[in-house]
C-alpha cells in the first residue's frame, strides 16, 4: 500500500536550480543515483515523487529504478520532517514498560503514520529502537527534549507545549 504525504510539494526554484547544478557537475559519475539522491535530500530535505523524477529524469533512469534506491536504504526519507520530530523509543526496555501503546495512541492523536508528517507541517512521528535511557523506560523525545516514565495520559500535555 503506497502512502500519500499529508505535506504538499512545496519546492523552489532556488532548490532545483541547486540539484541542476549538481547534475551538471556530476551526471557523468559512475553510480550517480545514490550521491544525487542524497544531495536531493540535502537539498529538499526529503525525497517526495516529484524530486525522485527529477533525479530519474536527470540521470535518464526509470522511475522505479530511483525509488528502489530511495526506499531500499534507511538514511532516505520519502516524507518531510516536521518542526517538531518525535521519536518513540520501541527498544527492548522501552517497549516491555508500554512504549508500544503510547507509539499507537501518538499515531491517532497526531493522525499520522510512523514516518509521516502532519499536515501543519508541525510533527513527524517516528519509531527508533533505543534513545540510551533505558531506565527512564519508556521514553520519548521530541527533538533534543527527553521524556521518560511516560504514560498515555501524559501525552495530551507533552503534545500541547509545542502546539
Known amino acids: 500500500m503506497r502512502r500519500i504525504s499529508t505535506v504538499p510539494f512545496k519546492g523552489t526554484k532556488q532548490q532545483e536550480q ?5 547534475f551538471e557537475e556530476n551526471r557523468d559519475m559512475p553510480g550517480a543515483a545514490l550521491p544525487a539522491l542524497e544531495k536531493a535530500q540535502e537539498i529538499y530535505g526529503y525525497l517526495p515523487i516529484e524530486v525522485q523524477e527529477m533525479v530519474a529524469k ?8 530511483v525509488y528502489g534506491i530511495s526506499t531500499f536504504y534507511s538514511m532516505f526519507s520519502l516524507y518531510p520532517k516536521g518542526d517538531y520530530q518525535i521519536r518513540v523509543c520501541l527498544g527492548t526496555a522501552c517497549y516491555v514498560k508500554g512504549s ?20 501543519d507541517g508541525k510533527f513527524s512521528l517516528e519509531a527508533c529502537r533505543c534513545i ?22 501524559a501525552l495530551d500535555g507533552i503534545i500541547a507545549k509545542y502546539k
Request: glycine content about 12%; aromatic content about 6%; charged content about 20%.
Open 58 to 65: 536527470a540521470l535518464d533512469m526509470p522511475l522505479a529504478e
Open 18 to 22: 541547486e540539484l541542476s547544478a549538481w
Open 132 to 153: 540510551g535511557a533505558c531506565g527512564l523506560a519508556p521514553v520519548m523525545m521530541i527533538n533534543d527534549d527527553v521524556y521518560g516514565r511516560l504514560t498515555v495520559d
Open 100 to 119: 508500544g501503546d503510547i507509539y499507537e495512541n501518538l499515531k491517532t492523536k497526531l493522525g499520522i503514520n510512523g514516518g509521516e508528517c502532519t499536515p
